[in-house]
């Protein structure tokens, strides 16, 4: 990869990694799913500007509402009910074995022995930072961010059966779909009253959270990655996703003052380790299983 490149994948792997610090200040500011809302309007505003990709009404809306409304609906939700963003940040790439079961199900893909050992071997994470739940992580929270994790992965099979397709363009026709339906479930669980006092009273904070989340780490880093994904094969690009999570749990503890347990410490590291073996177990085996045989 050419350093330019190189460049431009690490800002993206920083601004989808701060992006967990700025949602939990948008969170101190705004209701969960008014803080969507907003979010989607801001990222849909550039839909004057760029062309709508070449698909079906039904696929675009299926898109939008996996990848985009489900995904954050459970996010911004399990971060307001007491997920750390740093542990999000982490245990929202538990998407990775939700993409290859929701693949082998539904488009008939062959898991291969290293996902099925990096997925048991992230589950043994996920379990030990579950069972550290209590002043600083709940339950809940995980549950919902697990949830969020699976909307992703529906999204991104969906996307496979689409082909190519542009995806700067895929993201910013499909950030239609949210807001009314965030709207909606603003008005039944956070009530008028809430969003009247949220708005009017709305701070530079959030403010400046909304403008980073719907710009920065959506138009953004969107744009960045189907740049970099346009010019080199996706097993090149996709590794750099694996820094995301490194990044925001550094940035929480320094910004947020986050800190984990020594057992969620040993989750987070089994959790990076599964997903380190899904990406590179399988190509490691046939490079010792070659080197054996020569």
């Known amino acids: 990869m050419a350093p330019k490149d190189l460049l431009l994948a690490l800002v993206v792997i920083v601004a989808w990694g701060l992006n967990f610090v700025v949602i939990r200040v948008g969170l101190d500011g705004l209701p969960p799913m008014l803080l969507g809302a907003l979010r989607f309007v801001l990222a849909a505003l550039p839909v004057f500007f ?74 043994g994470g996920l379990l030990l930072i579950g069972l550290q739940t209590g002043h600083s992580t709940t339950l809940l929270g995980i549950v919902l961010t697990l ?41 039944w669980l956070e009530g008028p009253q809430r969003i009247e006092h949220a708005l009017l009273n709305i701070g530079m904070s959030s403010v400046l959270a909304l403008l980073y989340l719907a710009l920065v780490a959506t138009l953004l880093g969107y744009g960045l990655w189907s740049r970099l994904l346009s010019r080199y094969p996706a097993g090149q690009v996709a590794p750099f996703s694996l820094l995301v999570p490194v990044v925001g749990l550094s940035s929480s503890a320094v910004l947020l003052g986050e800190r984990l347990s020594t057992l969620q410490w040993a989750g987070a590291a089994l959790v990076m380790l599964g997903l380190l073996v899904n990406v590179f177990g399988g190509k490691l085996w046939q490079r010792l299983q070659g080197t054996q045989t020569a």
């Open 50 to 123: 760029v062309r709508r990709p070449n698909l079906p009404w039904r696929w675009l809306i299926a898109y939008g509402a996996t990848i985009s409304l489900g995904q954050f609906v459970f996010l911004f939700q399990a971060m307001a009910n007491g997920m750390p963003a740093g542990l999000a940040s982490l245990v929202l790439q538990s998407q990775a074995f939700f993409t290859l079961a929701f693949a082998a199900l539904f488009l008939g893909e062959r898991m291969r022995g290293a996902s099925l050992l990096g997925l048991l071997i992230a589950g």
């Open 147 to 187: 949830i969020a994790a699976s909307m992703w992965a529906m999204g991104n099979v969906l996307t496979r059966k689409f082909g190519k397709v542009n995806l700067m363009g895929l993201v910013i026709w499909g950030s239609l779909i949210p807001p009314i339906p965030f709207f909606l479930l603003s008005l």
